[in-house]
């Protein structure tokens, strides 16, 4: 019983994941700005990247094998999610702050308190 | 940094070990605790610089905090991104907008950057450690006042890790 419902739930995972990883990839194509595509990149990392591979560690506990193998599966797993949750902020943090630090592109906002404060010095 | 401490970080770094490498011969097991007391020996009075705020709550808050947030602030982030992006012709507000935050150690810093970065719509483009500001690009911006945004963005994740790491 519980072995079925922990293989349908990381299936589940599994599917989420690959919707997201599309949804991602159009977000791509919709929005324009540097800024803005970073968040469908965050799409595609964590909801695309993380969860999945929460639901590979799932459905291998589900399954009828040795406990050995569903040890070295899901912990692997396991351990490269949480290494992802962990790599991928500051790598989009990184690209966001080296980009905007060198005016590579100039982000298209209807307010930038970071330029205000950078170069006018005051605060409101 | 005690010896409790140590014995349990090299436990862990030698199951991560042995996870990794999938054999569980007697040789393995020793390569494994040799490397992790190792491991732990080198890095624990950089991670740890306050062996008294290790404890058991402390843990079981992060464990629940994290339950909490890979479930439902990350299922409410995703929906409103994955709106934007299937609608047609939706229109939003992008903005990069200043949060104060009332944390102080490097721990704390970093994992409420890291939370904001992690929802998809909220990436930290900038810290200034000395006034304590984020700056953080919005994707939807439906205010600009510094109070206002701090609330709607980063006050649940501040609220629970001042309690994890503080």
Known sequence: ?124 | MGRASIAVFTLILALIYLIYTGSYGVLEVMIALIAGLGVALLLATDLVRDPGKLSITRFSRAVGYLLKYFTIIEAQAHWGVVKLILKPGASYKPAIVRIPYEVSSEYSIVSIANSITNTPGTVVVDVDEDKKFFYVHWINATTLKDQEVRRIVSEVFEKEISKIFE
Do not use: C, Q
């Open chain 1, 1 to 124: 019983m519980i072995d079925t419902i922990l293989f349908y739930l990381g299936i589940g995972l599994l599917f989420i994941g690959g919707v997201m990883d599309i949804i991602a990839s159009i977000g791509f194509f919709k929005f324009k700005d540097f800024y803005t595509r970073l968040h469908a990149a965050t799409v595609g990392a964590i909801g695309g990247g993380f969860y999945p591979l929460l639901g590979v560690a799932l459905a291998v506990m589900g399954l009828d094998v040795d406990l050995w193998f569903k040890a070295v599966f899901s912990g692997v797993s396991l351990i490269t999610a949480a290494i992802i949750a962990l790599g991928v902020p500051a790598g989009s943090h990184i690209l966001a702050r080296s980009v905007y630090r060198s005016r590579e592109v100039e982000p298209t906002v209807i307010a930038d308190r970071l330029r205000e404060d950078l170069e006018g010095g005051g605060s409101n």
